[in-house]
């Protein structure tokens, strides 16, 4: 059966992207990963963004780091939910993960592991300087993956990403 994997980064949410991936899914008829993906990190740059503007000291308790987690599994949780109720309507099988850890290799090894056709990734709206500096883990995924890439970026549509040609919309 041919498979569909949606992922949904912790830092952004795409409604755009969620109802490409189950069209795309009914359309095959595949059935549809959703990946909830929380970078690794995380919770230190959360920490470290509360504590550049003061609002709490240099140090982090575990208990803080905890709740921080504890958060983000709640709204991947509630995303999760969201996009099932979307394959539910749609009547597309759906199975639902949740990982924490590298992005890139996250997706790759789901991408592999599950003998996924196509990927439909989100990332964050680039700013042009940036570009020329560091890779979002959606455009390395789109270079190294097996499978068909489509990303959304920046509230834009789909972008199909070229292996080593990767295509951007600002």
Known sequence: MKKVLLVLPSYTAS???AEFAVRRAKEEKAALVALYLIAAGTADDVFETFSDIGFIGDRPS?????AIMKEYRQRGYEELGKVQIKTMEEGVAF???MEAGEPVEKVLSTIEGMGITTAVLVKRKE????RYFQRS????VAERAPCEVIVFAGGHG???EEKKDVKEVD
Do not use: C, G, W
């Not at 700013?127 to 940036?130: E, N, T, V």
């Open 15 to 17: 409604e755009e992207a």
């Open 62 to 66: 575990s208990q803080v780091s905890e």
């Open 95 to 97: 199975e639902p993960l």
């Open 127 to 130: 700013r042009a300087i940036l």
């Open 137 to 140: 883990y959606a455009d390395e």
């Open 158 to 160: 789909p972008i199909k």
